[in-house]
Every structure is written in C-alpha cells, then in structure tokens.
C-alpha cells in the first residue's frame, strides 16, 4: 500500500532500524527494487531527484512528478507491503510543489547551503504547505561534501546539535538528515572514512525525530570489481564501511539514502551483459541484466539495514 514516509520512519524510529531509501532515474530500477523489497517484506522508500523528474518529464516537471506518482502508486496499490516516494534534495520551490501536487508522499526541502536562520525559515514555509496537503517534509543542517546531480558543496561542515533542537523545534519537520561526515557519489573521504558519531548521537537525543544519512553508500568492492573488469574506469572509488553505517543505524539513523550502490550494480551488470553478449540488442535483456544486480544489492541493503520483515 502507498503510505506517508513519516509512518515507514516513525516505527523504525522507535525500534531503532533503518529503512534504506532508494534513488530511481527509470522503471527498471523501480521494478528491480520493487521485486526486492517484496521478497525481503520490507517497507520500501522511493525517492527521485529534481533530476529524475526533469529526466521523467522529458524536460517538464509535472509530467515527471505525475509519471513517478503513477509508477509508483500503480504498484504500491496492488502489494500488501508499505510504499513510500519521496522528493530527494529539493532545492527549488516549483519542483517541491509540483511533487506534492503529483501526489508524492514526502518532500525534502534542502536549504542546507543557506545560513541557519534562513534555511529554517524556507523549511518552516514548507513545512506549513505540506503538512497542509498531508505530506511530510525532511530538511538536512550541515553540508555534506560531494557531488551528485546538481547537489555540490566544497567541504562538508557538520551539523550543530544544539542549532538542530531548535531548528525542529521552531519548524515542525518531520524527519532531519543531520550532516555528519558523508559525501555524496562515489568518491567519499579523502583519507580514511570517519563519520561523527558523537555528533550523531547528540542530535538524537536532542530532536529525538527520525533521522537521515545521505551520501550512505558503502561502494561496495564486489560491484566496483566487476564494472572494472568490463571496462568502468571507477579508480579510487571509497563509500561508507558497513560496520560505520551499521553504527549509524544504532545510533539513530533511520532513512539510509542509496544511490550510487545501485548504479554501480546496474552498471556493472550491464557491461558484463553487453560483453558476454555481443549478438543482444534487446533492450529488455540488457537492462534486464542491470535490473538483476541492482535486486541483489537491494535485498543485500534490506537484510543489513535491518528493514527486512518489517513491512
Ligand atoms: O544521499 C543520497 C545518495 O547517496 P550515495 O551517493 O552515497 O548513494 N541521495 O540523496
Ligand atoms: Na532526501
Ligand atoms: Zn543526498
């Protein structure tokens, strides 16, 4: 069934789990995820980004959001596990409305790259309209370093607790993605990956709200190996260690954002394909072999996350 995000978050808050929220661009790595999540009977968070919509819509955004909304809810109507979609990174005004007005059950309002007093007061307006259409609203404090669509910032700066307590306090929203040392894409950390747990922990305490990683991939080797072996020039790829995003999730994360994982699958699922199988010009069957890796990390992510048999 399609549910409201906040309703996935809320129980995987209070049983201290972690729901992973997966990236789509396309329908084949929603109906790879889909066929994931139903065989792990886990909860199952979609979210695309004002890239995916423009992509979807061919340019138009409405189109976009409405083509997700009906994709997703096509499905979602007919399964017996909860689904959520959600608007990742939503940077401009119109493209938060037009998820909203599509039907989408979340939105994210990142004005993380604004000063404090003006990143809450954007979040605050959002957060009045969603919640008067029924959506709910995440919101990030802090920066994550790191580049993924048009999501760029120089230098991570971290979320500051005390600064956080206020900022739910004064906006109402509904889940946080607290910045505490990822980056998005492929390439995180310079030397060795280190994230602020002590950070993390304090925020918690304080919000006590259902909180966001971004940039949570782990750029898993297997995958990254394979791509490489049938041509991918990924040199230096480095994600979040599972045993670091594991403590993540013990310490309050409860929406783990998975994008480059899954490309990376899919990518190199697709090369080994198009490799072993010079004579195959279905598009069906070379997506296809794409679609199979990405389910494979999927259902992987589930299990780890500890998302698996909650639905
Ligand atoms: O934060 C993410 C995804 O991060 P990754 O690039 O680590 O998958 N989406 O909002
Ligand atoms: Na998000
Ligand atoms: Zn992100």
């Given at each position: 069934m399609y549910v409201n995000t906040k309703d996935i978050l809320e129980k995987a808050s209070k049983e201290y789990y972690a729901v992973p929220a997966f990236n789509i661009n396309n329908m084949e790595f929603f109906h790879a995820i889909l066929e994931g999540a139903l065989e792990k009977r886990a909860p199952l968070i979609i979210e695309t980004s004002e890239g995916a919509i423009k992509y979807a819509g061919n340019g138009d955004i409405f189109k976009g959001a409405r083509y997700f909304v009906e994709l997703v809810r096509l499905f979602a109507d007919s399964v017996d596990i909860p689904i959520a979609l959600h608007l990742d990174h939503g940077k401009h005004f119109e493209y938060i409305i037009a998820a909203i007005k599509a039907g989408y059950s979340s939105v994210m309002i990142d004005?993380?790259?604004?000063p404090f007093e003006e990143n809450l007061k954007e979040t605050k307006e959002i957060v009045k309209i969603a919640h008067a259409a029924g959506v709910s609203v995440e919101a990030e404090l802090g920066q994550l370093a790191g580049v993924e669509d048009n999501v760029v910032a120089a230098e991570s700066v971290l979320v500051d607790p005390e600064q956080a307590k206020i900022f739910v306090e004064e906006t109402g929203v509904d889940f946080l993605a607290p910045a505490i040392g990822t980056s998005h894409?492929?390439?995180?950390?310079?030397g060795e990956a280190k994230l602020d747990f002590e950070r993390l922990k304090k925020v918690k305490e304080l919000t006590k709200i259902p909180l966001v990683l971004h940039g949570?991939?782990?750029?898993l080797p297997e995958y990254v190996k394979m791509a490489e072996e049938y041509?991918?020039?990924?040199?230096?790829a480095k994600g979040v260690p599972e045993d670091q995003l594991k403590k993540c999730v013990e310490l309050g994360i409860n929406k783990v954002n998975t994008d480059t994982d899954l490309r990376i699958a899919f990518i190199a699922g697709l090369r080994k394909f198009l490799k072993e199988n010079p004579?195959?010009?279905?598009p069906r069957h070379y997506l296809g072999a794409g679609k199979k890796l990405v389910k494979e990390v999927v259902m992987n992510r589930l299990e780890f996350l500890g998302a698996a048999g909650k639905a």
């Open positions: 004005a993380s790259e604004k894409g492929a390439f995180k950390f310079k949570a991939s782990s750029v041509g991918a020039d990924l040199g230096g004579k195959e010009f279905d």
